[in-house]
């Protein structure tokens, strides 16, 4: 009888460690698995990284407003295209939304971007009100001289910005799975930003800004939108379900994981 009591008892620590073991195995798995996707979502990280290029473009825009030789380039550029005389189109104010609409449209024709309807309509049009908020301010403010002489609201570029965070809205929706067709949209910007000086509306210097205040818009768009997401009552950013089956060594279930 205790022989017998002893291999029973010896059956039931052994089952014990092996339980023990898979769920340790189990769970080192889900957590690796986890923390996997969480390190690689870097959609809404607001890194430095990312600000260099906005920066960049910003500075160079604000130093060509006083910087001799910076003004200097903003009147030669202007003037070698006055030489050539092109026509005034007005297709740039088309275009600067145009990225933006090529997102949607994309989407429509079963080409997913990074984000849903709704979501990608709170970063778009949050990062557009970002753009204003930059822009409106600081034309009033510099009271720059236009190219043609139309008015003082020359620095920075609106149309500019407007194009360059719609381009930046289309590179973050489709960088992931498709490079290419995410950076076709800077080609758009590129032109709204040209043909603002082809039309004798900016200088060169407000362009450069005008592209960099764009592309820092909806980068903070993108940072912003977890917390906007949470105050209109969406699911926190971070939380993750995953039901895993597992069978190994004879031991079958189901595991259930909630991150939050």
Not at 58 to 85: C, P, R, V, W
Not at 209 to 233: C, D, M, Q, R, V
Request: proline content about 3%; glycine content about 8%; overall charge positive.
């Amino acid at each position: 009888m205790k022989g017998l009591l002893s291999d029973i008892l010896i059956v039931l620590i052994c089952f014990q460690n092996v339980y023990a073991q898979d769920s340790l195995e189990i769970k080192s798995t889900q957590d690796t698995v986890i923390s996997k996707f969480n390190s690689e979502d870097t959609t809404h990280q607001l890194s430095y990284k990312k600000l260099i290029v906005p920066t960049a473009l910003i500075s160079y825009g604000i130093a060509s407003l006083s910087i001799k030789d910076l003004k200097q380039l903003n009147f030669s550029t202007q003037y070698e295209i006055s030489e050539h005389k092109p026509d005034h189109i007005r297709l740039d104010n088309y275009t600067q939304y145009a990225p933006g609409v090529l997102v949607y449209g994309l989407n429509a024709l079963g080409v997913k971007g990074k984000h849903n309807f709704k979501d990608r309509t709170i970063i778009y049009g949050t990062s557009l009100m970002i753009t204003t908020a930059f822009i409106l301010p600081l034309k009033h403010t510099v009271k720059e001289e236009r190219p043609d002489f139309s008015n003082n609201l020359s620095f920075p570029s609106g149309h500019t910005a407007m194009a360059f965070a719609s381009a930046q809205f289309m590179f973050r929706e489709y960088k992931d799975t498709n490079f290419i067709l995410g950076i076709s949209g800077y080609s758009l910007a590129v032109f709204t930003g040209i043909y603002r000086m082809l039309n004798n509306k900016h200088w060169f210097g407000d362009v450069v800004g005008g592209a960099g205040f764009g592309i820092l818009s909806t980068e903070l768009a993108y940072w912003l939108h977890p917390k906007i997401n949470n105050l209109l009552g969406g699911k926190k950013e971070k939380s993750q379900t995953m039901i895993m089956p597992y069978y190994q060594k004879g031991n079958a279930g189901i595991g259930f994981v909630k991150n939050f």
